[in-house]
């Protein structure tokens, strides 16, 4: 049957009828917040190219995280931006550093949120690569594994739910599952940042934790632009060796990619609106060029639609309070 007989505006005529046929909700115990925490007390900062996001101190960072979770937020991903950096990623690794302090803090004062830590060098290296380098400047694979690991144990033991590498150094996820389970960590999932493209929409996120390279770029581990079957290698790759939750970053410049791995694999699947994509829509926002709760729910959805199960939105909270 085709028109006039079908007639696909009268399941558009009123709202009603259109939640009726929606084909994707977006549910708000599926988005994830994620935080920068910084040394020291009462510290608020705002960060510039992210505007709506602030620095924030341990102390505030837990007042934070209380309010969202009484809007509704369920799960947070803290990013430490320490004030010490070398380069081996020294302050990455110690059991009372910045990061687990921050894990205690949070899972003692708001015990039911969820709390993801990023697992990566970048922001504790005075390079601002995301592994240590050899003599030449080349990235080592290999050794930097164990420092991710002790990273990861490190956020294990002080209380993360999950940890999510987001390195891209090959082998990753197997070491850091070892690592979990030879110390009685077999129940901290792991988060694997499995297809990550070398994106320039995370210049914001470099502001803000400070973890722009030095010299050089991230294309020798960072997955490069053009490619769609290598983005699914790395997530079968990541399954293999362990991963609970596989991850496709950034969302709207690979929304194809999401598509394709919901197809191709049963885990759960989670993308990640990154800097550039959440600042995009601020920036034209205060312009008046875009209406921000239209765009940030567009955003959303069609992240959701592509087949995202979990997505990692700098405005998951701002969505939530907006339902
Ligand atoms: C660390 C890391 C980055 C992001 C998450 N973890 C930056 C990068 O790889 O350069 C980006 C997040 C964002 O842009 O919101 N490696």
Redesign the pocket.
Known sequence: MSFPQTRLRRLRSNPFMRDLVAESTIDPSKLIW?LFVVPGKNIREPIPS?PGIDHLSIDLLVQEVRAAAAEGIRAVLL?GVPSEKDDRGTTAVKADGLVPQAIEAVKEAVPNVLVVT?I????YMTHGH?GVLDNQGHIVNDATLEILSAMALAHAKAGADIV?P???MDGRVAAIRTTLDGSGFENTAIMS?AA?F??S??????D??H???AFGD?KSY?MDVRNSREALREMELDIDEGADIVMV??AMPALDIIAKARDRFDVPLAA???????AMIKAAAAKGWLDEKAAIRESLTAIRRAGADII?S?FARDFIRQQ
């Open positions: 994620p992210m990013f990023d990566c060098l970048c922001g995301c999510a987001s390195d891209m940042y990550k070398a994106s929409f995370y210049g914001p996120f470099r803000a934790a973890s722009s390279p991230r960072q970053k950034p990640y609106q990154v800097s550039g994509e959440y990692i700098y």
